[in-house]
């Protein structure tokens, strides 16, 4: 095992404490929250702990040993040896978005004079979705929403869903803002990026999906473009948009990366003068947040909502599945369930230092073990959906995509009681009497 206006930071948050957790965790996780954690309030704003010391000791294992192997293994790992695995991790995921970002940036560009090289742009558009999905669950930092510490929200600018908007993507193709200069970095989050490009390179029809009072119908501009000029007008508009994913991802990796922003070293080095974290727990406590990514996004928006369990008003809604054009809805959940194994139990295909290791450091190995074994089910069970768009599979086999809903449910419920308790993590702020 191994929005984009800036708000304050929210207050100090508590859940499951004093009876309420010892009856619900029993002896051993109790134990472990007195000798590996302090309570440490969210996104505090310079508070040290009760003991200055505690968030750079190396956790003691269930067996008292603290001398074992810094980098997992059979002995014991530090906060600071599991947020120096994280930065590594981040910055190689990063590295690899942005050169896949590059790639589809080319593609668009040559697909935009020659249409016989759409299909080689569609291929680059789904290498680079399929890593940027497994860097969702990473959503801290400069890539994190711009309320929380360092955050400068550049996930939405490269991948605004679930707030997408066909009907502005059409509107600019009548208009041509997209040839205004750097529309590409500075349109509307929901006129471009990943989401903006695949209703570009994969979407051949000729409707539009605004109103008959809208402007482009009402004046019959849209109509007016004809088959050829409108495919003509999406492959120059996919070309700027790629060139603008392209580069959000390298502001996103120089943000990190050191000798450029290096937020690495802010986020290896809290306490340290800089550093937008005061402490270690503070720093894991953003990642903790960004993985509720699994139960914001992916449980509820990319499943439970398609399915008809929630904010659904019909017996299902397959219309309101991730990725409709390129139809991969079902590869960017497994996608979403990798990264988020990247973060539980180690970058490498779940080898490698993980929150797992420091669980069992704290002697909660039954929960680190459970919680391993639940994404790997989760990620078989992506994998026995028939089919890649998750509305065809809803239509056909709606038992496999609800046997997936659970898989990732099983997931987060452990990620907001035990998890968060156990670790002395707060549970973010949108989910607190979130009961399901």
Same mark, same amino acid.
């Given at each position: ?14 859940? &499951? ?20 954690? %302090? ?7 310079g508070r040290p702990p009760p003991d200055s010391n505690a968030s750079s000791t190396t956790a003691s294992s269930s067996t008292g040993d603290s001398s074992g192997d810094p980098t997992g293994g059979m002995g014991t790992v530090t906060r600071a040896t599991l947020l120096d695995a994280i930065a590594t991790c981040n910055l190689e995921l990063l590295d690899t978005f942005q050169k896949a970002a590059q790639e589809l940036a080319t593609e668009a560009a040559e697909a935009k ?40 929200? &550049?996930?939405?600018?490269?991948? *605004?869903?679930? &707030?997408?908007?066909? @009907? ?8 041509? *803002? ?9 349109? #509307? ?20 999906? @605004? ?17 050829? %000029?409108?495919? *003509? ?18 502001? &996103? ?19 340290? *003068? ?5 402490? %270690? ?110 509305? %065809? ?10 046997? #997936? ?17 156990? #670790? ?13």
């Amino acid at each position: 095992m191994q929005n984009h206006s800036q708000v304050s930071a929210p207050p100090p948050r508590r859940w &499951l404490q004093g009876s309420v957790a010892r009856a619900l965790l029993g002896g051993i996780f109790a134990i472990g929250l007195v000798a590996g954690c %302090e309570r440490i309030a969210f996104y505090s704003t310079g508070r040290p702990p009760p003991d200055s010391n505690a968030s750079s000791t190396t956790a003691s294992s269930s067996t008292g040993d603290s001398s074992g192997d810094p980098t997992g293994g059979m002995g014991t790992v530090t906060r600071a040896t599991l947020l120096d695995a994280i930065a590594t991790c981040n910055l190689e995921l990063l590295d690899t978005f942005q050169k896949a970002a590059q790639e589809l940036a080319t593609e668009a560009a040559e697909a935009k004079t020659d249409p016989a090289g759409r299909a080689e742009a569609q291929a680059a558009w789904i290498k680079a979705i399929d890593i940027w999905q497994r860097a969702e669950p990473f959503q801290f930092g400069p890539g994190g929403p711009t309320n929380t510490p360092g955050g400068q929200g &550049l996930r939405d600018t490269i991948y *605004s869903w679930p &707030l997408v908007s066909r @009907c502005l993507v059409e509107q600019n193709i009548v208009s041509k *803002s997209y040839e205004g200069p750097d529309f590409g970095t500075t349109a #509307l989050i929901n006129m471009r990026g990943l989401a903006a490009a695949e209703y570009l390179l994969f979407y051949t029809g000729t409707d539009n999906a @605004c109103t008959p009072a809208s402007g482009i119908n009402a004046t019959g501009s849209w109509a007016a473009l004809g088959a050829d %000029e409108l495919a *003509s007008r999406k492959a120059t508009y996919a070309s700027v948009v790629s060139t603008g994913i392209a580069a959000m991802a390298g502001k &996103l990796l120089g943000a990190w990366r050191p000798g450029e922003g290096d937020f690495a070293a802010q986020f290896r080095n809290p306490g340290k *003068s800089g550093s937008v974290y005061t402490t %270690e727990q503070m720093a894991l406590n953003a990642v903790s947040d960004a993985m509720f990514h699994m139960e914001t996004h992916v449980k509820d928006q990319k499943l439970a909502r398609p399915l008809g369990i929630m904010d659904c008003s019909n017996a299902t809604c397959p219309e309101a599945v991730e990725s409709r054009f390129a139809r991969r809805s079902r590869p960017h959940v497994r996608n979403n369930l990798i990264g988020f194994r990247m973060l539980m139990s180690g970058c490498n295909d779940g080898e490698g230092v993980g929150f797992d290791d420091v669980l069992v450091a704290l002697g909660a190995t039954a929960l680190a073990e459970k919680m391993n074994a639940d994404v790997n089910a989760a990620i078989a069970a992506a994998d026995a959906v028939p089919s890649d768009d998750l509305a %065809e599979a809803i239509a056909q086999d709606p038992e496999s995509v609800t046997k #997936l809903h659970a898989a990732v449910k099983r997931i987060t419920d452990s990620l907001k009681t035990e998890f968060v308790t156990v #670790l002395d993590l707060e549970l973010p702020q949108l989910l607190e009497g979130d009961n399901d």
